[in-house]
Nanobody, 122 residues
């Protein structure tokens, strides 16, 4: 079981930006599905964005399309989430997750999770 470490959360005013980063502890970066999820208090966890680090389709939830960008940094072996034009409804705990598959939009297949990083938009 590989540890995933998220960073970059914080508090920001509406309209602002934050950049989240996810770093795996082991050599599992390439050729896997990676995703960012979020969970707000009292709500179900939702998939926000996903990508395959072998190259391929990137998917975004409708609620973040045009504002969030998921990307990979091959020099640092990290998967990042750039969040722009943040809204109060984006407030949630954000989680990085991965699984060794290629159908990245299958949200229920992710089996390696980070501890989460809080994003608060006021």
């Amino acid at each position: 079981h590989v540890q995933l470490v998220e960073s970059g959360g914080g508090s920001v005013q509406a309209g602002g930006s934050l950049r989240l980063s996810c770093a795996p502890s082991g050599d599992i970066y390439a050729g896997r599905c990676w995703a960012w999820f979020r969970q707000a208090p009292g709500k179900e966890r939702e998939g926000v964005a996903t990508m395959w680090t072998g190259g391929g389709t990137i998917y975004y939830a409708d609620s973040v399309k045009g504002r969030f960008t998921i990307s990979q940094d091959n020099t640092k072996n990290t998967v990042n989430l750039q969040m722009n034009s943040l809204k109060p409804e984006d407030t949630a705990m954000y989680y990085c997750a991965t699984y060794a598959g290629g159908w990245c939009e299958k949200w229920d297949r992710y089996n390696n999770w980070g501890q989460g990083t809080q994003v608060t938009v006021s």
